[in-house]
Every structure is written in structure tokens, then in C-alpha cells.
């Protein structure tokens, strides 16, 4: 067993920092050779994006792999397959068990992570990680459990962990507790694991984010006063109070901002549009977001784009269509007929194409960076990132249980470091209703009597 | 380090073949089966892109790639110096690394366990893959780290970067090679050769460069050139008005580096220290001086702690017999692995047999088995043990032959050669009688059975040649219960031996006898039966029979006869008619075809 250096804290505590404090200390010791590097990696593409940007910026000097879990077990899979009896390259495909397929052995995610856990217990493999990677370091701990967790303590055996976590920002509705930080605490003393809890926050010092934080995590109502929350009946006066903040008080809503919602429906795109009707009526000049899809959400627009029907998986006969495609369109076009070409296949089937659009999807998600000023997204994608504002939209129906409510709602506001807005779907006796709504305090109504008035007959006028 | 395995698939002729390689050994084989695409291929994949031709629809199997063809060669590297993948870290660790595999030495296997397994040392493996795009009419080659089976165009691979294919220093010398032009800076050969092993003297380059410029006669300065061009130059001036001088000179080259190097030829210093261009030498001198050259480059490569691996083409080629040898072993001092390939029984026989290889290609699938994968020493009979020991020249030229017979014994192989010597001198001898190349295999101690066995592990065509007599009969049992038995046998006809078979070829000289033939005779009549009883009862004698061979060279008919048995054995043995109405033949029990000559007989 090899060290592990472990944080255990809220959002904003400074893990992060935390993270990039111990490796820079300890890079320098323990990397000795040339070849040596440290392997960062995260659950999700979206801290790994953030993780690199990290350690670009704290520890630009020390040589860094940074990838998935699930990426770095499929490539130590790949190289050490035929050991396993696999000649042909391993993919991930869906709940597949090493199947032989036109695009090598299609395995899934659970099967390859069991398999890599158990490549980790040979010597040999031991030796040439341990070699190639003296530190791991893993940001967002609380993400992995399961195989995952396995995957992770099978590679505490081989280097040094520096790992991150916080147990109320695991999002995953059907894992009851954290695992992963369970696992932390329970490790003994003396057994080479040093954790270390932070509870100061450091993001953010407004008082409001702070208390309203502080009672989703402790499930107790806040006693003072929390962040807004603002009902809305319908899309129109959630839109009028995003202009409010954004334009009428745009001292001190300045700087990077997010939309953040539960869960993607059609409830934020008719704010969206709202937002740009009423812009457009009061002659302001428009807000552009830039609006970020889940993978699945992505993927299923990609689908019906390319005509790619849900049939049998072997189902025959894709052609391209003919209307003019997105970049990510064509590119997926592309290179499914590249390598249809490449593999002499005459015909492409529609499991051909949902392969390339998968691929395709995932490179962006694993690539596109975030640089945008200002952005619509998940909780899920959120996730590990900060804004100077962040506006949260909770619609009418939220599927969680309460305690995954409190967990969606806690990392929403947490990801904001001056200002943070609840605009709730529905009247003030919903959120009353809701045990969760309900521990940030009382709600206030979009509009003031009178001011409402004059709003909702401007706005109904056209 | 070495490459103790190449695997090829669509690799030109190759469909499918691996190759196991000792860490020095040769190449044997007929015309196209495929020696020279092993070393080319070896090349292909460690060398730099121009050391061998750019790739080509030849390249690959069939020769017409269609987009989904692939070729691939897959060489797995061992002796590392180490069998712990973390103290080879440029070849095992990091993301873009080689799997550790292990190599069985003993069995010639590889295994892909995760941890070493009992007797096996650390190997990697790398391959590369060819293409050829027909949207852009382009060929597109990866070298990768080999983890399994995949199509590294279309499923993503771990490149091999040139530091580590160069940490294999392999380097080919192809058969078709210009020696005077890898003698010399004019060609890029030489100064690829010389940049790969950080041995260009760039100094010295530079201090010519500056000499050139500056230390040279002058032609433009001297008459009548110089009034030419002065009057030329005041013209020019008055034209476009420039002010200085713009004064024609002429000097060697264009005067950069670049050039300077280019216009260096090699000279040898001849009688009376003349220079002579090497292009001027003889052709042999010429390539032994490059060869030492590279071979020189070889242990420069070595003391400094670097891999050296040398695939040589025919490096017998234009040199003395009597130096094949001591090339050989020149080739393997200077050298950590040689693989060579060679026409040269001679070149052949300076390896231990472990180390040659037996290079077969029937239909696209190549086979290449070591001539022994045991010590000779382990061989009973001490007549096969010979064919690798004493006969070992003999034994590869066999191998490597169009045709094989396999002689009774000493006598018959002796008899039989001098025979075809005779045939093949035959002014007249393609006139009449297509002769194929056929070689005889050195047989002793009447051992025709395990000598045919021997040679059958590679040859299963060789035909043995046995005599009609009674020890004929218990060869020829012998033989057919055999395995495996031979598919054809030649027989001398009722009770004959070799000597019957030279007394029906010397036969047409008894009408008039020369020196040689009375003196045979001693005086008795000149009949067949006592030509026969002669040759038996002097049937050690060596001198008198090469003596009666030359001499019945002057008489027509017995040429005639001897050629017409050479091409009779060889058609017989390449299932061909023979020409003599004599041969009738019947096949034995077990299917081998049996075929007697019944016009050579005892009388």
C-alpha cells in the first residue's frame, strides 16, 4: 500500500487548491526520472477539463497525463488484452461482455473496469504504473464508487493518491451515502493515509451563499437570511427577473454568470426565449449563453438529425442525409463512411453510425473547452466549476428524492462567489410545501404589487 | 537488444509466415521465397523512410491493395539487458509504451502473461501497418506498439517514436547496391549513414567550404576569359546603372554546406599516390572497402553502448570466394545481430546450422524452420551428422537446389557429379538435352535412407537414387517403410551399380579406346562386361576414373549418353518424360513410384 494524501471538504473549501499545493510539493521528490509523470484524473470529462486547466495553471512545470478513470482503465486494458485472451482492440459499448464485434471486442464500461482492477494486481503491471505514474491524482473522489472505488484502491496499491472529495457533492441518486470518502475515514491510522478535512470556505465570503450552503448540507432551515428565492408562475417573469439582475443591476451582477437547472426541459428554453423577446421589445441589446447539452441530450439530437433510428442494433441500409449538417453532423458523416471505406463495408448500419455519433459526442465533451462568459447548464455539468453569478431555475419537476434535491440544490449555489438567484416554477405555497425549498426561508414573488402590473401588461401587450 | 521474431501478413509474396531469428543467422532458400522480404521488411520497419524504396502496390500481397488491405510486419525485440520492464523504461513505460511480453528462448514462443513466466525473458513487440488510400491515390505506413490484432487506421494505436526504432540501429544492405555511390557524400547513403551514427565531421565541412570560397585558382581572373568578362561586366553596368561591382566569378559548387558535401567523392590513392575515383576500381575492392566502412560505423556504433543490428543482402556479392568466410565472421564480431541472406553455400556453411534458416513459400504462406533446432552432436548417425559438419556446403546447396537427387552412397555421389560435370561441359550439351540445374547430395556410409529422411525435412521432393543390386533392394525397403518415404525413387536396372551406369555411358568409346580406356582395360577385349568388371574392380581408384571421364569427353556419344542421363534423372525427379524408351516404372504398396532404368544393367 502507497501513500494516499487525502481532502475531505465542502464546495469552496479549497480543495482544489489543496490538490495542486501537495502535488507541487510533492512532484519534484518523487518524480525522478525523465519518463516519470504524475496521472491526474477525474470521474467526469468535465473536472478532467478542469483539471487540466488547474494544473496548467498552478503547476505548469511538473509533466502531467490528465484523463478519465474510465480512460486511463481502457488504455492500460488495451495494452495488457491479450493477456486476457482479447487480440482485437476493447471498445465500450453499451452492457456488451467482450463481445466480438465489426469494431474489435465491445465491452462495457463495468466489464472493463473489472477486468483493469484485475491487471492491477500483477506485479509486472504494478511495477511499470508505479513506474510511469509515481502520483495519482484523483479530483472529485465522491464520484467513484463501485467499480469504480475497486479501480481507484487497486491503483492506491501501486503509487502515491493524492485525492479530493466531498460526500454531499456525489450526485448520484442511487448510491446511498459516499463510499469513497467512507472509505477515506476508515482507513486506520498509520496505514499511510493522512486525511485532512477543510471547512473554512474560501469562494465565496457573502454570507447569504454561505447560510443557504450551510442549511442544505445540515438539512436544518436557515434562520437568517439565505440567497433569494423567487417564485415565478411562468417563463415571462423568470426572464424579466434575469434581465432584472443581468441589466437593471448590472453593477454588481458583472463578471461570469451561469444558468443552472436540475435537469434539462423545455421550461429554460422558453425562458430563454422569453428573455430575448423582452430584450428585443425593450430595444436592450441581447444576451447571448452559450448553452450547454448533456451528452445524452446531445447524442439524442445527433440521432434524429441523422436519421438513425432506434432500430436493431444490425439494422442496414444508413444513408447520409441530404440537408446541409452541423459541423458535429458532418464530421460524424465523415467518418463513419472513412471507416465503413477503410473496413471494406458496403453497407452502414445504424449501429455503425450511433458508434461514430458516441465517439464523436465523447471527443467533444473531452475536448471542447469551457471559456464562455456566460453559460446555460446542468448541476451535473456545473459541477467543480465557479462563477462570479449563478441564476438557479428549478422547474416544476425535479426527480429526486429529497435528500438528492438538497445535493442538486447545495452544488447549484455553491458554484457562485458574489452573487446567487433561486427562481422557482410555481407560487410561494409550493415552495412552502417543499422540504427542501423551504430550508432557504421564505420565498418573495417575482414582482412587487405594483411594479408586476406594469411588467405583465408590457409584456402581454404584443 | 535483438529481434528474435517477425510475423508478416500480406507482406508482399508473404500471405501469412513468421520468421524466428537467432542473434546471428542466415537465410537460405530458393529464388522467391521470400529471403529477401524478410530483411527488406526489417528494414522497412526500423529503418528511416528512404534507407528502402517507398512503398508500392507490390508491397502488398497480390499486389492490387484495395482501401481495406493492410499489410503488416510485427518484429518482437528482446535483450533488453534486463527482464524487469521498469529498467527499460523508454521501451515500457508511460502511456505510448510497449506491452512487456515474454519470450520462450528455449521454445522459440512468445507469451503474453502479466507476469513473467519460468524461463522467459522481456520482450516488446512493434509493428507496422501499410495502406493504401485510393481517394488520394497514397500509400500511409504506421509504426506502432504491437498489443493485438487491430487495424491501427481505423482503431487508433500507440506510435512508436523514431528514438526508440533508432535505438535499434538495424541497417540493411540491400543486394542492388552502388557501392561507389555509398562511398560517397554524393549520394545521400553515405550521409544518411554518417547522420545516424552523429559521425559528420561538420567542422572540417566547414573549413573546406571557407576554402572554396576563397583558396581556389581563379579561371575568371586569367586571360582571355577575364577581358571577356570585364567587357561584359562594363556593359551591364551602363545598362542598369549599378554603381558596384556585379563582376562574374566562378567557383567550385554553390559554396554552401549542403553543397561541399555533396561534391565529395571518395578516392583511392593508387600506384605512384595518384587518386583514383573509387568509381574507377574494380568492383570487388570497391565493395569490401564499403563494407569495412560500414562495418567500421558498426563498432564505432557499439563502443558506445549502442544496438547494432545488420541485415546484409548477398554480402558475398562481388567478392571472393576465399573471403565469404571471413566476412561471415567479421560481419558477426562487429554486429549485436546479422541476419544475412546468400546464394553462397560457402557464405551458408560459416553458420551453425541452428542458425540457418530454411526460407519456404508454398502459395503466399511462408515457412522458415531452423536446419536443426538441436545440437548436431545429438545425431546418431555419424553419415547424416556429416551433411552438417563435413559436407555442409554440399548439404545447403541441396537445399537450395532445383532438383535434389539423393546417391546411394560416397561412390554413386561421386560417379554422379563427375557425370553432370561432363554433361554440363558438353559443347552441344543444351542442344539436345534440356539440362535443369540438380544437385546431388553427398551421401556416406551407404546411409541413402536417413541422408533422404534428413533432407526430406525440407525437401520432400529430393528423389534418392539407388542401385538395382541386392543391398539396392534393402535401401529401397528401407526407404519405402520410412517416414516420410520419398514420393520417387530412381533405380539402376537388373543388378547394376553406379560403375554399371558409367560403363553404359562410357560404352560408345569402346569402338575405338584412347590411353585412358586401354589402360582401364589392361588388355583385355573391349566389351561392355569387361568395361564394367574393370570399373568395379578400380572402383576406388579416384584419379583413373576422373582420368576415363575427361577423356571420353573427346568422344561424342558418351557425351550424349551423359547428358542424356542428367536430363532423364532430373525429368524423372520434376515429373518430366524422360528420353531414354529404357525407364519403365511401378509403384510400391505404399505409393512411392518406382522408376528403373533397364537399359543400364549388369552383363
Redesign the interface.
Given at each position: 500500500m502507497e501513500d494516499i494524501l487525502a481532502v475531505v471538504g465542502q464546495a469552496g473549501t479549497g480543495k482544489t487548491r489543496w490538490l495542486m499545493k501537495q502535488v507541487g510539493d510533492l512532484a519534484p521528490r518523487i518524480l525522478t526520472a525523465d519518463h516519470q509523470r504524475v496521472l491526474a484524473i477525474t470521474r467526469m470529462h468535465g473536472s478532467r477539463r478542469r483539471l487540466q486547466t488547474n494544473l496548467s495553471e498552478h503547476c505548469p512545470s511538473i509533466p502531467c497525463s490528465i484523463t478519465t478513470i474510465d480512460g486511463f482503465a481502457l488504455s492500460i486494458l488495451n495494452r495488457w488484452r491479450r493477456s486476457f485472451g482479447y487480440t482485437r482492440p476493447i471498445q465500450p459499448a453499451g452492457d456488451a461482455v467482450f463481445q466480438e464485434t465489426v469494431f474489435g471486442t465491445d465491452a462495457s464500461f463495468e466489464e472493463i473496469l473489472i477486468k483493469s482492477t484485475e491487471l492491477l494486481r500483477s506485479r509486472t503491471v504494478k511495477a511499470v504504473i508505479r513506474e510511469s505514474y509515481p502520483i495519482v491524482m484523483i479530483d472529485e473522489l465522491q464520484d467513484c464508487h463501485g467499480r469504480l472505488l475497486e479501480f481507484v484502491k487497486a491503483l492506491s496499491s501501486c503509487s502515491t493518491l493524492i485525492v479530493a472529495a466531498d460526500e454531499f457533492q456525489l450526485l448520484d441518486s442511487n448510491v446511498p451515502g459516499c463510499p469513497a470518502v467512507e472509505w477515506l475515514r476508515g482507513m486506520e491510522e498509520g496505514s499511510g493515509c493522512r486525511c485532512k478535512e477543510l471547512t473554512r470556505c474560501r469562494r465565496t465570503a457573502v454570507q447569504k451563499i454561505l447560510a443557504a450552503a450551510e442549511c442544505l448540507r445540515s438539512n436544518i432551515a436557515a434562520e437568517g437570511e439565505t440567497i433569494p428565492v423567487i417564485c415565478c408562475p411562468d417563463y415571462g417573469p423568470a426572464a424579466y427577473k434575469i434581465i432584472d439582475v443581468l441589466v437593471f443591476n448590472a453593477r454588481s451582477w458583472h463578471g461570469s454568470t451561469a444558468i443552472i437547472t436540475p435537469s434539462h426541459d423545455g421550461f429554460i428554453n422558453e425562458v430563454l426565449a422569453s428573455l430575448d423577446c423582452q430584450l428585443e421589445k425593450r430595444n436592450l441589446k441581447r444576451i447571448s449563453w452559450f448553452h450547454e447539452v448533456g451528452a445524452r441530450e446531445e447524442r439524442k439530437r445527433l440521432h434524429h438529425c441523422l436519421g438513425v433510428g432506434c432500430e436493431a442494433p444490425g439494422s442496414t441500409g444508413w444513408t447520409a442525409p441530404i440537408e446541409e449538417l452541423t459541423p458535429a453532423a458532418s464530421q460524424i458523416v465523415a467518418r463513419t463512411q472513412r471507416f465503413a471505406r477503410l473496413r471494406g463495408l458496403q453497407d452502414i448500419s445504424h449501429c455503425m453510425v450511433a458508434r461514430h455519433i458516441d465517439s464523436v459526442v465523447h471527443e467533444r465533451r473531452a475536448y471542447c473547452g469551457h471559456s464562455q462568459k456566460r453559460v446555460v447548464t446542468t448541476v451535473h455539468g456545473a459541477k467543480n466549476r465557479e462563477f462570479d453569478n449563478v441564476i438557479i431555475i428549478w422547474p416544476y419537476r425535479v426527480t429526486s428524492d429529497s435528500e438528492q434535491k438538497r445535493r442538486l440544490l447545495y452544488n447549484a449555489i455553491t458554484r457562485s462567489k458574489r452573487n446567487c438567484m433561486l427562481l422557482v416554477r410555481g407560487d410561494s405555497k409550493r415552495v412552502q410545501k417543499d422540504p427542501v425549498l423551504s430550508l432557504l426561508g421564505p420565498a418573495k414573488p417575482a414582482f412587487l404589487p405594483r411594479p408586476k402590473k406594469k411588467a405583465a401588461s408590457g409584456g402581454k401587450r404584443k | 537488444m535483438r529481434i528474435c521474431q517477425v510475423e508478416f501478413r500480406n507482406f508482399r509474396g508473404i500471405r501469412e509466415g513468421c520468421v524466428v531469428l537467432p542473434r546471428h543467422g542466415v537465410l537460405l532458400g530458393a529464388n522467391n521465397a521470400g529471403k529477401t522480404t524478410v530483411v527488406e521488411a526489417l528494414a522497412f520497419l526500423f529503418g528511416r523512410e528512404r534507407m528502402v524504396s517507398p512503398i508500392s502496390d507490390w508491397d502488398f500481397f497480390e499486389g492490387a491493395p484495395?482501401?481495406?488491405s493492410r499489410f503488416f510486419i510485427i518484429a518482437t525485440l528482446t535483450d533488453f539487458g534486463s527482464n524487469?520492464?521498469?529498467a527499460v523504461?523508454?521501451w515500457?513505460?508511460?502511456?505510448e509504451?510497449a506491452?512487456?511480453?515474454w519470450w520462450h528462448e528455449k521454445s522459440k514462443t512468445l507469451s503474453?502473461?502479466?507476469?513473467?513466466p519460468e524461463g522467459a525473458v522481456l520482450a516488446a513487440q512493434v509493428a507496422m501497418a501499410g495502406?493504401f488510400d485510393d481517394e488520394a491515390c497514397e500509400f500511409e505506413t504506421i509504426r506502432y506498439?504491437y498489443?493485438?490484432?487491430?487495424?491501427p487506421?481505423?482503431?487508433?494505436c500507440?506510435m512508436v517514436p523514431w528514438r526508440l526504432l533508432r535505438q535499434v540501429g538495424l541497417f540493411l544492405l540491400s543486394s542492388n547496391r552502388d557501392w561507389d555511390k555509398l562511398l560517397s557524400f554524393r549520394s545521400s547513403s553515405l550521409l544518411k549513414l554518417i547522420r545516424e551514427y552523429d559521425a559528420l565531421p561538420g567542422r572540417a565541412v566547414d573549413v573546406l567550404k571557407k576554402q572554396l570560397r576563397t583558396d581556389v585558382a581563379k579561371i575568371e581572373e586569367s586571360s582571355p576569359l577575364s577581358d571577356i568578362l570585364e567587357a561584359a561586366t562594363r556593359e551591364l553596368q551602363s545598362f542598369l546603372l549599378i554603381g558596384q561591382s556585379s563582376k562574374m566569378v566562378y567557383r567550385p559548387t554553390t559554396l554552401d554546406a549542403h553543397a561541399v558535401l555533396q561534391s565529395l567523392v571518395a578516392h583511392v590513392a593508387g600506384q605512384g599516390d595518384v587518386l583514383i575515383p573509387v568509381a574507377k576500381h574494380g568492383a570487388g575492392m570497391v565493395s569490401l572497402q564499403a563494407f569495412l566502412l560500414l562495418l567500421a560505423f558498426a563498432e564505432h556504433r557499439r563502443e558506445s553502448g549502442q544496438n547494432f543490428i545488420l541485415a546484409a543482402e548477398e554480402p558475398e556479392l562481388h567478392l571472393h570466394p576465399s573471403l565469404h568466410q571471413r566476412l561471415v565472421h567479421r560481419i558477426r564480431s562487429a554486429s549485436v545481430q546479422s541476419i544475412v541472406t546468400t546464394q553462397s553455400p560457402n557464405v551458408a556453411a560459416g553458420y551453425q546450422p541452428q542458425e540457418v534458416i530454411f526460407v519456404t513459400n508454398a502459395n503466399g504462406k511462408m515457412t522458415a524452420d531452423r536446419l536443426r533446432t538441436e545440437p548436431v552432436s545429438n545425431i546418431r548417425r555419424n553419415s547424416v551428422r556429416n551433411l552438417y559438419l563435413v559436407n555442409r556446403a554440399a548439404f545447403y546447396e541441396a537445399i537450395m537446389g532445383c532438383v535434389v537427387l539423393v546417391p546411394e552412397g560416397q561412390y554413386d555421389y561421386e560417379w554422379l557429379s563427375l557425370w553432370q560435370r561432363l554433361a554440363q561441359s558438353y559443347r552441344d550439351s543444351m542442344k539436345s538435352f534440356d539440362l535443369r540445374p540438380t544437385s546431388m547430395l553427398p551421401t556416406s556410409d551407404a546411409a541413402v535412407a536417413e541422408t533422404f529422411r534428413e533432407i526430406a525435412r525440407f525437401r520432400q521432393d529430393a528423389v534418392p537414387v539407388i542401385d538395382g543390386d541386392s543391398p539396392g533392394d534393402s535401401y529401397l525397403a528401407d526407404l519405402v517403410a520410412g517416414s516420410p518415404a520419398p514420393g520417387k525413387i530412381i533405380r539402376y536396372g537388373d543388378r547394376a551399380a553406379v560403375e554399371c551406369l558409367s560403363a553404359w555411358i562410357l560404352e560408345p568409346a569402346l569402338s575405338s579406346p584412347r590411353e585412358g580406356m586401354k589402360s582401364l582395360l589392361g588388355g583385355s577385349r573391349a566389351t561392355l562386361r569387361n568395361l564394367q568388371n574393370a570399373i568395379l574392380a578400380r572402383k576406388k581408384d579416384r584419379e583413373m576414373r576422373e582420368t576415363i571421364v575427361w577423356e571420353c569427353l573427346a568422344t561424342d556419344g558418351c557425351c550424349e549418353r551423359a547428358c542424356e542421363l542428367l536430363h532423364d534423372l532430373a525429368a524423372i525427379a520434376s515429373n518430366g518424360a524422360p528420353s531414354n524408351a529404357g525407364w519403365h516404372s511401378h509403384s510400391e504398396p505404399n505409393g512411392t513410384v518406382v522408376h528403373v532404368a533397364s537399359h543400364v544393367r549388369r552383363v
Amino acid at each position: 500500500m502507497e501513500d494516499i494524501l487525502a481532502v475531505v471538504g465542502q464546495a469552496g473549501t479549497g480543495k482544489t487548491r489543496w490538490l495542486m499545493k501537495q502535488v507541487g510539493d510533492l512532484a519534484p521528490r518523487i518524480l525522478t526520472a525523465d519518463h516519470q509523470r504524475v496521472l491526474a484524473i477525474t470521474r467526469m470529462h468535465g473536472s478532467r477539463r478542469r483539471l487540466q486547466t488547474n494544473l496548467s495553471e498552478h503547476c505548469p512545470s511538473i509533466p502531467c497525463s490528465i484523463t478519465t478513470i474510465d480512460g486511463f482503465a481502457l488504455s492500460i486494458l488495451n495494452r495488457w488484452r491479450r493477456s486476457f485472451g482479447y487480440t482485437r482492440p476493447i471498445q465500450p459499448a453499451g452492457d456488451a461482455v467482450f463481445q466480438e464485434t465489426v469494431f474489435g471486442t465491445d465491452a462495457s464500461f463495468e466489464e472493463i473496469l473489472i477486468k483493469s482492477t484485475e491487471l492491477l494486481r500483477s506485479r509486472t503491471v504494478k511495477a511499470v504504473i508505479r513506474e510511469s505514474y509515481p502520483i495519482v491524482m484523483i479530483d472529485e473522489l465522491q464520484d467513484c464508487h463501485g467499480r469504480l472505488l475497486e479501480f481507484v484502491k487497486a491503483l492506491s496499491s501501486c503509487s502515491t493518491l493524492i485525492v479530493a472529495a466531498d460526500e454531499f457533492q456525489l450526485l448520484d441518486s442511487n448510491v446511498p451515502g459516499c463510499p469513497a470518502v467512507e472509505w477515506l475515514r476508515g482507513m486506520e491510522e498509520g496505514s499511510g493515509c493522512r486525511c485532512k478535512e477543510l471547512t473554512r470556505c474560501r469562494r465565496t465570503a457573502v454570507q447569504k451563499i454561505l447560510a443557504a450552503a450551510e442549511c442544505l448540507r445540515s438539512n436544518i432551515a436557515a434562520e437568517g437570511e439565505t440567497i433569494p428565492v423567487i417564485c415565478c408562475p411562468d417563463y415571462g417573469p423568470a426572464a424579466y427577473k434575469i434581465i432584472d439582475v443581468l441589466v437593471f443591476n448590472a453593477r454588481s451582477w458583472h463578471g461570469s454568470t451561469a444558468i443552472i437547472t436540475p435537469s434539462h426541459d423545455g421550461f429554460i428554453n422558453e425562458v430563454l426565449a422569453s428573455l430575448d423577446c423582452q430584450l428585443e421589445k425593450r430595444n436592450l441589446k441581447r444576451i447571448s449563453w452559450f448553452h450547454e447539452v448533456g451528452a445524452r441530450e446531445e447524442r439524442k439530437r445527433l440521432h434524429h438529425c441523422l436519421g438513425v433510428g432506434c432500430e436493431a442494433p444490425g439494422s442496414t441500409g444508413w444513408t447520409a442525409p441530404i440537408e446541409e449538417l452541423t459541423p458535429a453532423a458532418s464530421q460524424i458523416v465523415a467518418r463513419t463512411q472513412r471507416f465503413a471505406r477503410l473496413r471494406g463495408l458496403q453497407d452502414i448500419s445504424h449501429c455503425m453510425v450511433a458508434r461514430h455519433i458516441d465517439s464523436v459526442v465523447h471527443e467533444r465533451r473531452a475536448y471542447c473547452g469551457h471559456s464562455q462568459k456566460r453559460v446555460v447548464t446542468t448541476v451535473h455539468g456545473a459541477k467543480n466549476r465557479e462563477f462570479d453569478n449563478v441564476i438557479i431555475i428549478w422547474p416544476y419537476r425535479v426527480t429526486s428524492d429529497s435528500e438528492q434535491k438538497r445535493r442538486l440544490l447545495y452544488n447549484a449555489i455553491t458554484r457562485s462567489k458574489r452573487n446567487c438567484m433561486l427562481l422557482v416554477r410555481g407560487d410561494s405555497k409550493r415552495v412552502q410545501k417543499d422540504p427542501v425549498l423551504s430550508l432557504l426561508g421564505p420565498a418573495k414573488p417575482a414582482f412587487l404589487p405594483r411594479p408586476k402590473k406594469k411588467a405583465a401588461s408590457g409584456g402581454k401587450r404584443k | 537488444m535483438r529481434i528474435c521474431q517477425v510475423e508478416f501478413r500480406n507482406f508482399r509474396g508473404i500471405r501469412e509466415g513468421c520468421v524466428v531469428l537467432p542473434r546471428h543467422g542466415v537465410l537460405l532458400g530458393a529464388n522467391n521465397a521470400g529471403k529477401t522480404t524478410v530483411v527488406e521488411a526489417l528494414a522497412f520497419l526500423f529503418g528511416r523512410e528512404r534507407m528502402v524504396s517507398p512503398i508500392s502496390d507490390w508491397d502488398f500481397f497480390e499486389g492490387a491493395p484495395r482501401p481495406d488491405s493492410r499489410f503488416f510486419i510485427i518484429a518482437t525485440l528482446t535483450d533488453f539487458g534486463s527482464n524487469d520492464p521498469t529498467a527499460v523504461p523508454d521501451w515500457f513505460i508511460g502511456q505510448e509504451a510497449a506491452q512487456p511480453v515474454w519470450w520462450h528462448e528455449k521454445s522459440k514462443t512468445l507469451s503474453t502473461e502479466l507476469d513473467p513466466p519460468e524461463g522467459a525473458v522481456l520482450a516488446a513487440q512493434v509493428a507496422m501497418a501499410g495502406r493504401f488510400d485510393d481517394e488520394a491515390c497514397e500509400f500511409e505506413t504506421i509504426r506502432y506498439f504491437y498489443h493485438g490484432e487491430c487495424d491501427p487506421f481505423t482503431d487508433g494505436c500507440s506510435m512508436v517514436p523514431w528514438r526508440l526504432l533508432r535505438q535499434v540501429g538495424l541497417f540493411l544492405l540491400s543486394s542492388n547496391r552502388d557501392w561507389d555511390k555509398l562511398l560517397s557524400f554524393r549520394s545521400s547513403s553515405l550521409l544518411k549513414l554518417i547522420r545516424e551514427y552523429d559521425a559528420l565531421p561538420g567542422r572540417a565541412v566547414d573549413v573546406l567550404k571557407k576554402q572554396l570560397r576563397t583558396d581556389v585558382a581563379k579561371i575568371e581572373e586569367s586571360s582571355p576569359l577575364s577581358d571577356i568578362l570585364e567587357a561584359a561586366t562594363r556593359e551591364l553596368q551602363s545598362f542598369l546603372l549599378i554603381g558596384q561591382s556585379s563582376k562574374m566569378v566562378y567557383r567550385p559548387t554553390t559554396l554552401d554546406a549542403h553543397a561541399v558535401l555533396q561534391s565529395l567523392v571518395a578516392h583511392v590513392a593508387g600506384q605512384g599516390d595518384v587518386l583514383i575515383p573509387v568509381a574507377k576500381h574494380g568492383a570487388g575492392m570497391v565493395s569490401l572497402q564499403a563494407f569495412l566502412l560500414l562495418l567500421a560505423f558498426a563498432e564505432h556504433r557499439r563502443e558506445s553502448g549502442q544496438n547494432f543490428i545488420l541485415a546484409a543482402e548477398e554480402p558475398e556479392l562481388h567478392l571472393h570466394p576465399s573471403l565469404h568466410q571471413r566476412l561471415v565472421h567479421r560481419i558477426r564480431s562487429a554486429s549485436v545481430q546479422s541476419i544475412v541472406t546468400t546464394q553462397s553455400p560457402n557464405v551458408a556453411a560459416g553458420y551453425q546450422p541452428q542458425e540457418v534458416i530454411f526460407v519456404t513459400n508454398a502459395n503466399g504462406k511462408m515457412t522458415a524452420d531452423r536446419l536443426r533446432t538441436e545440437p548436431v552432436s545429438n545425431i546418431r548417425r555419424n553419415s547424416v551428422r556429416n551433411l552438417y559438419l563435413v559436407n555442409r556446403a554440399a548439404f545447403y546447396e541441396a537445399i537450395m537446389g532445383c532438383v535434389v537427387l539423393v546417391p546411394e552412397g560416397q561412390y554413386d555421389y561421386e560417379w554422379l557429379s563427375l557425370w553432370q560435370r561432363l554433361a554440363q561441359s558438353y559443347r552441344d550439351s543444351m542442344k539436345s538435352f534440356d539440362l535443369r540445374p540438380t544437385s546431388m547430395l553427398p551421401t556416406s556410409d551407404a546411409a541413402v535412407a536417413e541422408t533422404f529422411r534428413e533432407i526430406a525435412r525440407f525437401r520432400q521432393d529430393a528423389v534418392p537414387v539407388i542401385d538395382g543390386d541386392s543391398p539396392g533392394d534393402s535401401y529401397l525397403a528401407d526407404l519405402v517403410a520410412g517416414s516420410p518415404a520419398p514420393g520417387k525413387i530412381i533405380r539402376y536396372g537388373d543388378r547394376a551399380a553406379v560403375e554399371c551406369l558409367s560403363a553404359w555411358i562410357l560404352e560408345p568409346a569402346l569402338s575405338s579406346p584412347r590411353e585412358g580406356m586401354k589402360s582401364l582395360l589392361g588388355g583385355s577385349r573391349a566389351t561392355l562386361r569387361n568395361l564394367q568388371n574393370a570399373i568395379l574392380a578400380r572402383k576406388k581408384d579416384r584419379e583413373m576414373r576422373e582420368t576415363i571421364v575427361w577423356e571420353c569427353l573427346a568422344t561424342d556419344g558418351c557425351c550424349e549418353r551423359a547428358c542424356e542421363l542428367l536430363h532423364d534423372l532430373a525429368a524423372i525427379a520434376s515429373n518430366g518424360a524422360p528420353s531414354n524408351a529404357g525407364w519403365h516404372s511401378h509403384s510400391e504398396p505404399n505409393g512411392t513410384v518406382v522408376h528403373v532404368a533397364s537399359h543400364v544393367r549388369r552383363v
